[in-house]
């Protein structure tokens, strides 16, 4: 029987649930996830669980949330000036995604969590911090 093993490239289809059973994520609009076992892109329990299996086979794999999107830190909703916001023509709202740009480039995703005359405060934590999750997973295939 042939298993997954590092360095293989595997397809899954998978279903992602919070501990209140709330779907998070899922390949179920039929696009599986395809990935190269061992290239730390994915949390690595999730990766961990699909080391091993063989075409076919179902796991279910819980990940507490400092192995997942880590725990929710409060140091990271910080308050900026509306000044420094992009003038797209939108005010910043409560609840509204944005991206902020660092000086190299990279952007990190944010929520805004509350909005006054001078500042707006957002919270820079990943939407899943906090969250335990858990993962259906099943091996479609191993090429």
Known sequence: MN???????VKVAYVGTLSDGTVFDSSEDGNPLEFVMGDGKLIADFEGAVDGMSEGEKKTVSVPADRAYGNRDESLIRSFPRNLLPSDGRLPAQGMALNLYLPNGKSIPGVIVAVNEQDVMVDLNHPLAGQNLTFEITLISIC
């Not at 298993?3 to 490239?9: A, E, H, M, P, Q």
Request: proline residues 0%.
């Open 3 to 9: 298993r997954c093993t590092k360095g293989s490239k």
